[in-house]
């Protein structure tokens, strides 16, 4: 099968940061390849037209998501729906990204991406995991950390190789009923969850939380301005770990207490030998990530 790689519109949304350096490493790979190519990132501090800049004349569109509630976030939904006109001939590519690879719960998880593509006449011609850090519940070593950061460019590559020789890949996966019931669970319940954020006596009224907010959830109100949220959370963590005062805290213990910022690790481990991938990634939680790297 021949894509339609003339131009590119790679698509985006990143939480805390991860998805976004999955995103770049598109970018700067299909540049080299002196592809065109253009860069959507969705809830981004700069995407007050994100639902408007569509690149008509693109076609293939490459869609990047963490995974959220073992499915695409909502703001990817919202930018395939904005979507007009005629689309029958263009393709698309899907690659979702998590901390835990393509095994269970997360299979399944580009099933809805796909399909809402497909609705629109876009023919989702490939899908895949890539692996970063997750940024709640399981903490992992910096060590494997920085391993899935350096495979970026790597895998990246070899994802661009398929597209350019015309390889087709889609996955078979289902979530299941269990993955249903629990992935409902997790929507309803996050659009609470920031409701029970904490906000401390560190808080400058500064208003980043505000202005970087994906879903406009959080308003600066009363004197001091504090913020205040409302009930349209994703729970991507971005003001949780991105508040330049550290002064919004949860109680929740899958949050990590001591931050989450792939920047710093790659600070700490500058210059430092990594162990070996099998001695760093251990346990029943790693198997898909242990897969990843080493295949």
Partial sequence: ????????????????GGTKRVADAFYEELMKREIRV??????????????????????????IFPVYAFDAPGLIYRWIESLEGDL??????????SGGGEVWPNTGCRNGCRNALEQKGIQAVYECMMCMPANLAVKINDDLAMWMIRAIPEKVCLIVNDLLAGIE?????KKGPVCEYLSKLERRKGHLFAQS??????????????????????QM?????????????MVCLRCVYGC???????????????????DEVERRMKG?????VKQCCKGLLLVGVKKYLLE
């Fill in 1 to 16: 099968m021949r894509f339609h790689l003339e131009e590119v519109q790679i698509v985006f949304f990143s939480g805390t």
């Fill in 38 to 63: 253009g860069l959507i990132e969705l809830g981004g501090e700069n995407s007050k037209n994100e639902f408007t800049e569509k690149v008509d004349s693109a076609g293939f569109y490459i869609l």
């Fill in 88 to 97: 029958s001939g263009k393709q698309a590519a899907v690659i979702s990204v």
């Fill in 169 to 173: 890949r889609r996955t078979k996966y």
């Fill in 197 to 218: 954020l904490l906000i401390t006596d560190a808080c400058k009224s500064c208003g980043w939380c505000e202005a970087h907010c994906p879903t406009s959830n959080i």
């Fill in 221 to 233: 109100m009363g004197e001091p301005a504090r913020p205040v949220f409302k009930n349209q959370c």
């Fill in 244 to 262: 330049p005062f550290q002064a919004i805290q949860c109680n929740s213990s899958v949050i990590f207490r001591e931050g989450f910022d792939l």
């Fill in 272 to 276: 430092k030998e990594l162990k070996p």
